[in-house]
């Protein structure tokens, strides 16, 4: 372990803004990427299923 | 035999199973990798004798910029699959890197910015590195906005690939800037002709987060074409069933393959930490 104390990580050198600032932009750009996708394809299913049901009450 | 297997699965009915089946190991496998390299860049690599702890960006800055850089040449070599081969699934796979791709190009950005300030005391230089990068995100929506526009499938697919073909120069004007100009910034950190200039534990880091990049790129991508098959095949498929309502059904054991195929990927689903269960609803 290279650190000694809690402080000592966070503080970073003194970088902490750009360091955590660098890894938080990643960590928060990439989760927000997954919930996008999970919601475009819950809403593609929807009208999938949809133009299904409007096929049945047709038929 | 492995041409055959692939053109077996060009299909989208058989690659949307395939794609749910897969995405989650990849998935998962980046979620390992990187907690890995969270590990060894943020609590085991030494010091830098010259950037202090601020060089620790490079974990996130260096693999998000190649990836930026090899999503590109992926999009390029999908597209030039379907061009060549007319496969309609090719130009999907490369419409679902390209917005993962905007998003490291756009981070390689940021966190460029977030490690330029301190040690150059610039957010930005118009330097040959950064503005190169730069006109790669450019290129990411300029394929994104082009496809958008164009209502007819067909023709979205062709003219983003164009872009995607023409865009890939750019790629290795950015690898070689460092080189070519005289520029503020730092060289390659990683070449294949000469030993790393970082030490091991270092270098190790930042392999394993831009590995973890890599897994989660082609998770992800995976879930995005499945989410346009639904929408570009899907929506044909219920066309062609309705147009089939007045005729007799002789074409209905293909029709419902692919509605079959959907179930059965349902039930193989598995949850994955960095992706949820994604048609859940």
Same mark, same amino acid.
């Given at each position: 372990m290279h650190w000694n104390s809690l402080f000592e990580f966070l503080n970073m050198g003194g970088y902490a803004l750009y360091v955590w600032g660098s890894f938080g932009a990643t960590a928060l750009v990439l989760s927000m990427e997954c919930w996008w996708v999970k919601r475009a394809n819950a809403q593609a299913q929807s009208e999938l299923e949809a133009a299904q049901l409007s096929l049945e009450l047709q038929a | 035999l492995i041409f055959m297997n692939l053109y077996h699965y060009a299909s989208p009915a058989r690659f949307y199973p395939l794609a749910a089946r897969l995405a989650p190991w990849f998935a998962v496998l980046g979620v390992l990798l990187g907690l890995a390299g969270l590990y060894l860049g943020l609590l085991v690599a030494p010091t830098d004798a010259q950037q202090g702890e601020g060089y620790r960006i490079i974990f996130v800055h260096v693999p998000a910029s190649w990836m930026s850089m090899v999503i590109y040449c992926a999009m390029a070599f999908w597209s030039a699959i379907g061009l060549g081969f007319g496969v309609r699934l090719a130009h999907w796979l490369t419409a679902a890197l390209a917005p993962t791709g905007a998003i490291f190009a756009a981070l390689s950005l940021i966190t460029g910015a977030l490690w330029g300030k #301190? &040690?150059?005391?610039? !957010? !930005? @230089?118009? =330097?040959a590195r950064l503005t190169s990068e730069l006109i790669l995100f450019f290129l990411y929506l300029g394929f994104i906005a082009i496809r958008a526009a164009n209502d007819d499938q067909r023709r979205a697919d062709r003219s983003g690939a164009v872009i995607a073909l023409v865009g890939v120069v750019n790629v290795p004007i950015i690898y070689f800037s460092v080189k070519w100009w005289n520029t503020l910034h730092q060289g390659a %950190? @990683? %070449?294949? %002709? *000469?030993? #790393? %200039? &970082?030490a091991a534990t270092m270098l190790w880091a930042m392999l394993l987060m831009a590995l973890a990049f890599w897994m989660y790129s082609i998770a992800i991508a995976l879930w995005r074409v499945r989410g346009y098959i639904l929408r570009f095949e899907g929506e044909a498929q219920w066309l062609h069933e309705a147009s089939l =309502?007045? *005729? #007799?059904?002789?074409h209905a054991p293909l029709d419902t393959h692919f509605i079959e195929d959907l179930d059965e990927s349902k039930a193989a689903q598995t949850p994955s930490p960095a992706l949820g269960n994604e048609t859940k609803k």
């Open positions: - | #301190p &040690m150059w005391g610039a !957010w !930005w @230089v118009w =330097d %950190s @990683v %070449s294949l %002709s *000469k030993s #790393p %200039s &970082m =309502d007045s *005729k #007799p059904k002789q």
